[in-house]
C-alpha cells in the first residue's frame, strides 16, 4: 500500500495516464487521413499501429533508436501490415501532420479532472514524461491541465527517459523534493514504475493498456481507483 503520511509531491505520467493516448491519437489518424483522402480503415489501421507504436517507443527509451526513426518507422511498419501503398515522402508527410493535429485533441480519461482537484488541495503535482517537449505542453494546455501542475519534467528537455535514474533525480531536485516524499503514478511499469521504485519513491501502476501483474507497487485499473490511496 502507499503511505500518503510521508507523501508531499504526486508525479504522474502524461501519456496513457491523465491523456487519453489512445483516443487522441485515433481521431488525429482519421482527420489526416480524411484530409489526404486516403482509403484506409482506421480500425484495421490502429489495430497494427498500436502495438508496433508500443515497441517503438521502448526502443526509443533503450536509445536504440532516434526521434526520427520513432516518429518514421512506426507508421511506415504499420502502413506494410496494412498492405497500403505510400511513399516516403508520404509518409513524412503523415508523421507531421500528426505531431500537428495529435495535441489539439484534449480527451483526458475519465476522472482525471476530479482527481487532479482532489489532489492538489493538499499536493503539490507534477509531470514527467518520455513525450516531446512542445507537443507534450501543447496537450497539457488543450486538455486543461496547466493550472494542476508546479512543474513539466519532459525527456527531451532534462536531456534523460524514463526509466534512467537521472530523470527521476533532476525532476525531485527541481521541484525541491524527495524520494522517500514523493510518488510516481505510470502506466508503463518499465518506464514509470521501475524508475521510480529504483530512485526510492513510491508508485501506483494505472494499467491502462493491460501490462502483466506484478507486486512491486498497487495496480489500479482507472483514474477513479487512485482516489483510494489518498482520502
Same mark, same amino acid.
Not at 489512445?22 to 482509403?39: G, P, R
Not at 520513432?70 to 508520404?90: A, G, H, P, Y
Not at 493498456?209 to 506484478?214: I, L
Given at each position: 500500500?502507499?503511505?500518503?503520511?510521508?507523501?508531499?509531491?504526486?508525479?504522474?505520467?502524461?501519456?496513457?495516464?491523465?491523456?487519453?493516448?489512445?483516443?487522441?491519437?485515433?481521431?488525429?489518424?482519421?482527420?489526416?487521413?480524411?484530409?489526404?483522402?486516403?482509403?484506409?480503415?482506421?480500425?484495421?489501421?490502429?489495430?497494427? !499501429?498500436?502495438?508496433?507504436? $508500443?515497441?517503438?517507443?521502448?526502443? !526509443?527509451?533503450?536509445?536504440?533508436? #532516434?526521434?526520427?526513426? &520513432?516518429?518514421?518507422?512506426?507508421? #511506415?511498419?504499420?502502413?506494410?501490415?496494412?498492405?497500403?501503398?505510400?511513399?516516403?515522402?508520404?509518409?513524412?508527410?503523415? #508523421?507531421? &501532420? !500528426?505531431?500537428?493535429?495529435?495535441?489539439? %485533441?484534449?480527451?483526458?480519461?475519465?476522472?482525471?479532472?476530479?482527481?487532479?482537484?482532489? &489532489?492538489?488541495?493538499?499536493?503539490?503535482?507534477?509531470?514527467?514524461?518520455?513525450? %516531446?517537449?512542445?507537443?507534450? $505542453?501543447?496537450?497539457?494546455?488543450?486538455?486543461?491541465?496547466?493550472?494542476?501542475?508546479?512543474?513539466?519534467?519532459?525527456?527531451?528537455?532534462?536531456? %534523460?527517459?524514463?526509466?534512467?535514474?537521472?530523470?527521476?533525480?533532476?525532476?525531485?531536485?527541481?521541484?525541491?523534493?524527495?524520494? #522517500?516524499?514523493?510518488?510516481?503514478?505510470?502506466?508503463? !511499469?518499465?518506464?514509470?514504475?521501475?524508475?521510480?521504485?529504483?530512485?526510492?519513491?513510491?508508485?501506483?501502476?494505472?494499467?491502462?493498456? $493491460?501490462?502483466?501483474? $506484478?507486486?512491486?507497487?498497487?495496480?489500479?485499473?482507472?483514474?477513479?481507483?487512485?482516489?483510494?490511496? %489518498?482520502?
Amino acid at each position: 500500500m502507499i503511505n500518503t503520511r510521508k507523501i508531499t509531491d504526486v508525479f504522474f505520467d502524461l501519456d496513457h495516464t491523465l491523456w487519453d493516448f489512445e483516443k487522441n491519437s485515433a481521431l488525429a489518424f482519421n482527420l489526416i487521413f480524411n484530409k489526404l483522402n486516403y482509403s484506409i480503415k482506421i480500425k484495421d489501421f490502429l489495430s497494427h !499501429y498500436i502495438p508496433i507504436n $508500443h515497441a517503438f517507443w521502448k526502443l !526509443y527509451r533503450e536509445n536504440k533508436i #532516434s526521434q526520427k526513426d &520513432l516518429r518514421i518507422q512506426r507508421l #511506415s511498419q504499420t502502413f506494410k501490415k496494412i498492405k497500403f501503398e505510400i511513399k516516403s515522402n508520404q509518409i513524412e508527410e503523415v #508523421s507531421d &501532420l !500528426y505531431i500537428t493535429h495529435l495535441s489539439t %485533441f484534449p480527451h483526458l480519461f475519465d476522472g482525471t479532472h476530479d482527481l487532479l482537484k482532489q &489532489l492538489k488541495d493538499k499536493y503539490r503535482l507534477h509531470i514527467i514524461t518520455n513525450g %516531446f517537449e512542445e507537443v507534450q $505542453h501543447f496537450k497539457i494546455a488543450n486538455s486543461g491541465l496547466k493550472n494542476y501542475f508546479y512543474h513539466v519534467f519532459t525527456a527531451e528537455k532534462i536531456g %534523460f527517459k524514463k526509466p534512467q535514474p537521472q530523470i527521476f533525480i533532476t525532476a525531485l531536485e527541481i521541484a525541491q523534493t524527495s524520494a #522517500s516524499s514523493s510518488v510516481m503514478i505510470g502506466d508503463s !511499469y518499465g518506464a514509470d514504475i521501475q524508475g521510480a521504485l529504483a530512485v526510492g519513491m513510491q508508485a501506483i501502476h494505472f494499467n491502462s493498456h $493491460h501490462e502483466a501483474v $506484478h507486486n512491486h507497487c498497487p495496480i489500479v485499473y482507472s483514474i477513479n481507483e487512485i482516489k483510494q490511496f %489518498f482520502i
